[in-house]
């Protein structure tokens, strides 16, 4: 069975860093990019950063970029995004996706999100 796992998320303080991570199990990440969105309540998804296959090809969103990083270990079938410097508009359950393009909304391979709360 093909799936995504992430962990990390965490209640802390503005200013504070997380690393989430994206674990994939039954397939292995090499072949696909993949990508970290976000919902926070009553808002809609919205696409965070993607990684290329490569890990060479990176993007993220105005809101995040200078803040958060995605990398991949291919070798530990895992992506992670590092997020420093958070605000409370991050709060949000992060969600990562897998596709052989940038994911999207219409992306077959889906986790099932873990919380971040910026808080203090």
């Known amino acids: 069975q093909l799936q995504l796992v992430e962990s990390g998320g965490d209640l802390v303080q503005p200013g504070g860093s997380l690393r989430l991570s994206c674990a994939a199990s039954?397939?292995?990440?090499?072949?696909?990019?993949i990508g970290w969105f976000r919902q926070a309540p009553g808002k809609e998804r919205e696409g965070v950063s993607c990684i290329s296959r490569s890990g060479h090809s990176k993007v993220y969103a105005n809101s995040v970029k200078g803040r958060f990083t995605i990398s991949r270990d291919n070798a530990k079938n895992t992506v992670y995004l590092q997020m420093n410097s958070l605000k409370p508009e991050d709060t949000a359950v992060y969600y990562c996706?897998?596709?052989?393009?940038?994911?999207?909304?219409?992306?077959?391979?889906w986790g099932q999100g873990t919380q971040v709360t910026v808080s203090s």
């Open positions: 039954g397939f292995t990440l090499d072949y696909y990019a």
């Open positions: 996706a897998a596709d052989y393009g940038c994911p999207t909304g219409e992306s077959t391979y």
